[in-house]
């Protein structure tokens, strides 16, 4: 099974600052990677898959980059919207599909 | 506009089963493959289940297999998982979402809450 951790469990931010979220895989996933985003009391939201590509309808400030075992989801400027829970997951090596823990972003 | 709708969630003593389904509607049901995935309460997502839109491929995650079945009903535009032998550690928010044409979900329900608990 391909382990997925996310890093950090929370990242502190203020309205306007860039926040870069990573996720590891225990091995290679290539680019079958997926970003979610998830607020309280909703389901999960794609926001990026095949590592870099944006879903329909989600903003630019939000970008995803790596292969491999690396990558890392950025906002380029959080917006009061953003404040969220992110979780990684991979489909390269499944079954099972896998994701991370999660990055809980809270206000600073 | 995709809309996936989760029912059959409730109390449910341990040991018990319970059966939930997820109406889809939006999209052409019978050309995509189908997950559940559950987060209990308070914690991540934890992928359940998957089955292909012919049926033919059904994958079950470790915690589940054996116990749990994915089906569906392409005539209802219906998704289901039967879940037999409950114990605490189903409790979850079981949501249902859509496979892209490679095994992202990129379409969720709003989920459907078991609780498992005498």
């Known amino acids: 099974e391909t382990v997925m951790t996310q890093s950090p469990a929370t990242l502190s931010v203020s309205p306007g600052e860039r926040a870069i979220f990573s996720c590891r895989a225990s091995?290679?996933?290539?680019?079958?990677l997926a970003w979610y985003q998830q607020k309280p009391g909703q389901a999960p939201r794609l926001l990026i898959y095949?590592?870099?590509t944006r879903a329909t309808g989600v903003p630019a400030r939000f970008s995803g980059s790596g292969s491999e075992t690396e990558f890392t989801l950025t906002i380029s400027s959080l917006q009061s919207e953003d404040f969220a829970v992110y979780y990684c997951?991979?489909?390269?090596?499944?079954?099972?599909?896998?994701f991370g823990g999660g990055t809980k972003v809270e206000f600073k | 506009q995709v809309q996936l709708v989760e029912s059959g969630g409730g109390v449910v003593q341990p040991g018990r089963s319970r059966r939930l389904s997820c109406a889809a509607s939006?999209?052409?049901?019978?050309?995509?493959?189908m997950h559940w995935v559950r987060q209990a309460p308070g914690k991540g997502l934890e992928w359940v289940a998957f089955?292909?839109?012919?049926?033919?491929?059904?994958y079950y995650g470790d915690s589940v297999k054996g116990r749990f079945t994915i089906s569906r009903d392409n005539s209802r535009n219906t998704l289901y998982l039967q879940m037999n032998s409950l114990g605490p550690d189903d409790t979850a928010v079981y949501y249902c979402?859509?496979?892209?044409?490679?095994?992202?979900?990129?379409?969720w329900g709003q989920g459907t809450l078991v609780t498992v608990s005498s």
């Open positions: 997951q991979q489909y390269n090596n499944w079954p099972p599909l896998t």
């Open positions: 979402a859509k496979e892209a044409e490679v095994p992202f979900c990129d379409y």
């Open positions: 091995q290679s996933v290539s680019i079958n």
């Open positions: 095949s590592a870099s």
């Open positions: 939006g999209f052409t049901f019978s050309s995509f493959g």
């Open positions: 089955i292909s839109n012919d049926e033919i491929n059904k």
